[in-house]
């Protein structure tokens, strides 16, 4: 079973897969650096000094030693837009790799042309005649 295992996890596709994890966690840290830190401010500036992250509805409001309950919808706009971002990114890279699969598809040349009728039945004609 361990034998079995080892095998599995050494194929190219579930390595691949573990790459592609490992830089899809630091690309949305990227991200949301981007969005949180760089992005946003400028937008909550234009709409009149907006903080996105402050952005909440209170629900209850904090009483004695209890917190508030909020929902906070400014985060959730952030997280949106880190999305967006991703996703775009994402439909970028896929859309690179399929015209380059497609541009190599397109260099390949054709598979060359099975034999015509006329060949075939020449062929049949002739294994005929050896018996």
């Known amino acids: 079973m361990f034998k079995e295992f080892k095998e599995f996890m050494m194929r190219g596709n579930v390595v691949?897969?573990?790459?592609?994890l490992v830089i899809g966690g630091a690309f949305?840290?990227?991200?949301?650096?981007?969005?949180?830190?760089?992005?946003m401010p400028?937008?909550?500036?234009?709409?009149?000094?907006?903080?996105?992250?402050?952005?909440?509805?209170?629900?209850?409001?904090?009483?004695?030693k209890k917190a508030a309950v909020?929902?906070?919808?400014g985060s959730f706009i952030q997280v949106i837009v880190d999305?967006?971002?991703?996703?775009?990114?994402?439909?970028m890279v896929i859309k690179v790799m399929n015209s380059m699969k497609k541009a190599k598809e397109?260099?390949?040349p054709a598979?060359?042309?099975?034999?015509?009728?006329?060949?075939v039945l020449l062929g049949e004609i002739?294994?005929?005649l050896k018996k």
Do not use: C, H, Q, W
């Open 106 to 108: 397109e260099e390949a």
């Open 83 to 91: 999305f967006i971002i991703v996703a775009f990114a994402i439909f």
């Open 42 to 64: 400028p937008i909550g500036m234009m709409m009149g000094g907006v903080n996105f992250t402050e952005l909440k509805l209170v629900l209850i409001e904090a009483v004695d």
């Open 16 to 20: 691949d897969l573990a790459v592609a």
């Open 111 to 119: 598979a060359p042309a099975g034999p015509s009728n006329e060949e």
């Open 70 to 73: 909020t929902i906070n919808y």
């Open 126 to 128: 002739r294994d005929l």
């Open 28 to 39: 949305k840290k990227i991200i949301g650096s981007f969005v949180a830190d760089v992005l």
